[in-house]
């Protein structure tokens, strides 16, 4: 039997949400093992005055097998 545990992340990027994503599960990966799977929550963006999105955020859950 597994035991998983989920831990939620805020992340960012100027690309895109996907990368956002990327980006939480790599800097997770940094300090976890067995990660499962991710799970976006939430996305939003940053828009500068003249319109344009400078920032893409999410916030993810992470899961990972618990050893």
């Known amino acids: ?30 300090s976890l093992r067995n990660i499962k799977s991710v799970n976006v929550a939430n996305q939003s963006a940053l828009v500068d005055k003249k319109g344009k999105i400078t920032e893409y955020r999410v916030n993810v859950r992470i899961s990972f097998e618990v050893e």
């Open 1 to 30: 039997m597994s035991i998983l545990k989920v831990i939620e992340i805020l992340a960012n990027s100027p690309k895109g949400w996907e990368e956002a994503t990327q980006n939480a599960v790599t800097h997770a990966a940094k």
